[in-house]
């Protein structure tokens, strides 16, 4: 991974980096304004744009949400005791032979302090280094990389209680001989001057609402306001005094970001100035003449695509031929090329498991011949695919997934996991409230737009045409908030004119128009085959080159004779054949089958 895709998915988490020189812990540029702001994509892109190899820094405190636990054995400091006395589940290695703890911001200002012999404690005003950064020094050089890729842990006490403002610790040096104990230590320690209860208890309570949890706090508190001699206060008062600044404190706390992209979306979690763009910037960032296609003229690169189709007309079949060939690198449909294929996340909410896995299995037996395995006597393919190495196509095997905020999560979470080309969901109505559809469901998928952004996937949603639509994009259920969101869309309508297998497909594309209407066949045989025709309305429709080859041919014909001169499946040139049979526009003969005189004229 390049060092400028590692910082793009570090912001993405919620870390405000900054660039750092090559081999080097030094920052490359002034960085004191990234210590309240995130930097955009576009100066990221630039820093890195101006040195590829620049090391990556990411700046603790309440920007990032973060605060580090900075172990270094080489001054005594031991990783196995900070993994004892302060867990975490992110944890960087350093080269030193260290560690970076990872914990979340406990909230107010959290300065710099040395809290153990070996253990730097680094938390607003400080950066630390970021994998995967390669530095060299005088004494080691190596890589930082991640041990533990988890949650941020909870710092604490003891990690905390070292770090107080700038002006406290002065006033410690200055009140008790340098003594690190200072006020708060002498205050516990030898009680208050008399008068003085109420404003002590209330300063010490300030002072340990922006380092310790109220629960932890409290107990020390209360314990030592109910100790000093002569006091008047109750229990009941000191909950009130305490829980009052606690409360004070946390209204007054900067938020952590979070580090989850789909968070953007909740109430109120934009802070800061907002994000824009001179012209000149966005058309060198953004300007594209061409259309960067996953599949030509079926899927755009990093789009939101609606397929859209009555019940029973395919659908599920299209999506699971494009999870295979996506997955595999085969050719959607059989013909289309795949340009970047990728692993595939699917999650269907309608069907039986069962049923999906034999239609997956229709569809990889033609993709590769051969490899499905089958089960039994028999040759049909049963239920499962007994096969190692399928494509990295992940199925969702739970249901009930909708767009609130902690299934969001949980789905980027799986994004960060398998990096999917494309995911794939189906069906709509399964995912959002149906209470006020119109209105709400485009805005409850404006997060899959932020992580179609961020993590360079599209997506492919389901839906069902409504009920009494015609035949054009507005038979989308949901109207025109939902062809107003849509940035690709397939419209499925049955054939009037064709059978149960035939449906004629539309594809209109926000960036390149609408292309020209298909017919499509899908040919499922008994023996689980699987196969596709596509035609064009415009030209002869396949019933019309069955009679054509015969009318070509000065003898009759056998159905795999036809099937050859008309270019299509034997058992579709049978069922044809069949079919106009009854119809009198064919007859039978000793070689198979010819047409009446008069039956078919060339145009």
Request: with cysteine; net charge negative.
């Amino acid at each position: 991974m390049s060092r400028l895709q590692a910082a793009l998915d570090l912001r993405a988490r919620g870390f405000s980096v900054i660039p750092l020189n090559p081999k080097s812990k030094q920052a490359m540029i002034r960085w004191t304004e990234f210590q309240s702001r995130i930097a955009t994509e576009e100066e990221i892109r630039g820093w890195f744009d101006q040195a590829p190899d620049a090391n990556i820094g990411i700046v603790c405190g309440g920007v990032s949400g973060i605060v580090v636990g900075d172990v270094d054995p080489r001054h005594s400091g031991s990783v196995a005791d900070m993994e004892r006395d302060a867990p975490s589940a992110y944890v960087v290695a350093t080269p030193g032979g260290g560690a970076h703890f990872y914990y979340l911001h406990p909230g107010g200002r959290c300065p710099k302090s040395k809290p153990r012999p070996g253990i730097d404690f680094q938390a607003d005003g400080c950066y630390v280094v970021a994998p995967p950064s390669y530095v060299t020094t005088d004494t080691y050089e190596g890589e930082y990389h991640l041990l533990a890729d988890g949650a941020f842990g909870v710092p604490p006490p003891w990690l905390l209680m070292a770090s107080r403002p700038a002006d406290d610790a002065r006033r410690d040096e200055r009140s008790d001989g340098g003594s690190n104990d200072g006020w708060v230590g002498s205050a516990l320690r030898d009680g208050c001057a008399p008068g003085t209860r109420n404003d002590t208890l209330a300063r010490l309570t300030g002072y340990f609402a922006g380092k310790l949890p109220e629960d932890v706090a409290f107990p020390i508190l209360t314990k030592w306001v109910l100790s000093q001699e002569g006091t008047g206060v109750t229990p009941e008062e000191a909950e009130r005094t305490i829980g009052s600044i606690y409360a004070k404190e946390r209204r007054s706390r900067i938020k952590a970001p979070s580090n989850y992209v789909v968070d953007e979306f909740s109430e109120a979690a934009k802070t800061g100035p907002m994000e824009s763009m001179k012209l000149a910037d966005f058309g060198a960032r953004y300007f594209n003449d061409t259309v960067d296609w996953l599949i030509p003229e079926w899927l755009p690169a990093r789009t939101v695509a609606f397929l859209v189709s009555p019940p029973a007309h395919f659908k599920t079949m299209l999506t699971f031929d494009m999870a295979i060939s996506v997955a595999g690198g085969w050719p959607f449909l059989g013909r289309f090329p795949v340009q970047s294929p990728g692993p595939v996340l699917v999650i269907q909410q309608e069907d039986d498991y069962g049923d999906m896995a034999r239609r997956f299995s229709r569809i990889f037996a033609a993709r590769q011949p051969g490899r499905i395995i089958p089960v039994g006597d028999d040759e049909t393919f049963n239920d499962h695919l007994a096969v190692s190495d399928l494509p990295p196509v992940h199925i969702v095997t739970e249901r009930g997934f909708t767009l609130g905020p902690e299934n969001l999560r949980r789905l980027e979470d799986k994004v960060r996991e398998i990096h999917p080309r494309v995911i794939i969901i189906d069906p709509l109505y399964s995912i959002t409230s149906t209470e006020d559809f119109m209105a709400s469901a485009a805005k409850d998928m404006m997060p899959l737009k932020r992580l179609r952004d961020v993590y360079d996937c599209s997506f492919v949603i389901s839906a069902h045409t409504k009920k009494g639509a015609g035949d054009g994009r507005e038979g989308l259920w949901g109207s025109q908030f939902l062809n107003a969101f849509l940035e690709t869309g397939w419209q499925i309508r049955g054939r009037s004119d064709g059978e149960w297998n035939q449906i004629q497909l539309l594809r209109h594309f926000k960036s390149s128009g609408q292309l020209p209407l298909l017919n499509m066949e899908f040919l499922l045989d008994e023996n689980e085959g699987y196969q596709i025709q596509i035609t064009d309305p415009d030209e002869d429709e396949p019933q019309d080159a069955v009679l054509k080859a015969l009318a070509d041919s000065e003898t009759g014909l056998s159905t795999k004779a036809v099937a050859d001169k008309a270019g299509m499946a034997e058992r579709t040139v049978r069922r044809r054949l069949q079919k106009f049979k009854k119809q009198g526009l064919v007859v039978e003969c000793p070689e198979g089958y010819k047409l009446p005189k008069e039956t078919y004229e060339e145009p």
